[in-house]
């Protein structure tokens, strides 16, 4: 069946790169479009960017400077790189599958704390 | 960016009862191919978002009649009718007309 895991350091102190990795199994990365999105703590849902099935990326414009999406197919996985990340950057992140502009599957979530 | 305006930030309602939630969005999300690339969302407490309506009025799999969509243009509404404890939850529109994709700051459903 269809599932995501996303993976990643639960600390991260400010101003460093941040890194997260989406697992994904039934389903090849390939043919699907993969996703980022995070979510503050008690607050609503950021699109953060995609790496769709070609290989191509599209990139929040808020966040483009910053973000690095890239994938291993070979292992089924999706990665994420947030450069210089400061307090505003803690929250839960999501990956999630697109079918056909759909979100119809998503990781539980991982959460992130940006603090020393 | 596309702003996603959404109405009310929270609603109590009664079992059985009826629920509607706003969606406005700063710019028309009706795409240059004529589809409108909008879209409803549940988030349980503690769990992931999950898909409820896709393109305006279309209840994704496993959604229950009782969840309903319409709208057009920048105008957009979800109505739950017959409201069980289940529905409990945010909810959030989503745009995916226009990049970045947008979504709304959430409606927190609570049941009395």
């Known amino acids: 069946q269809v599932q995501l895991k996303e993976s990643g350091p639960g600390l991260v102190q400010p101003s460093q790169t941040l890194s997260l990795t989406c697992t994904v199994s039934g389903f090849s990365l390939t043919t699907y479009n993969v996703h980022w999105v995070r979510q503050p703590p008690g607050k609503g849902l950021e699109w953060m960017g995609r790496?769709?099935?070609?290989?191509?990326?599209s990139y929040n414009s808020a966040l483009k400077s910053r973000l690095s999406i890239s994938r291993d197919t070979s292992k089924n996985q999706v990665f994420l790189k947030v450069d210089s990340l400061q307090t505003d950057g803690t929250g839960t992140y999501y990956c999630t599958r697109e079918n056909w502009e759909l979100f119809d599957f998503w990781g539980q979530g991982v959460m992130v704390t940006v603090s020393s | 960016d596309v702003v996603m305006t959404q109405t009310p930030v929270s609603l109590s309602v009664n079992l059985g009862g009826q629920a509607s939630i706003s969606c406005r969005s700063s710019q028309s999300l009706v795409h240059s191919n004529g589809n409108t690339y909008f879209h409803w969302y549940l988030q349980k407490p503690g769990q992931s978002p999950q898909l409820l309506i896709y393109r305006v009025s279309h209840r994704f799999s496993g959604v229950p009649d009782r969840f309903s969509g319409s709208g057009s243009g920048t105008d957009f509404t979800l109505k739950i009718t017959r409201v069980e404890p289940e529905d409990l939850g945010d909810y959030y529109c989503?745009?995916?007309?226009?990049?970045?994709?947008?979504f709304g700051s959430g409606t927190k459903l609570e049941i009395k």
């Open positions: 790496m769709r099935y070609n290989g191509d990326t």
């Open positions: 989503l745009q995916s007309t226009h990049f970045p994709l947008t």
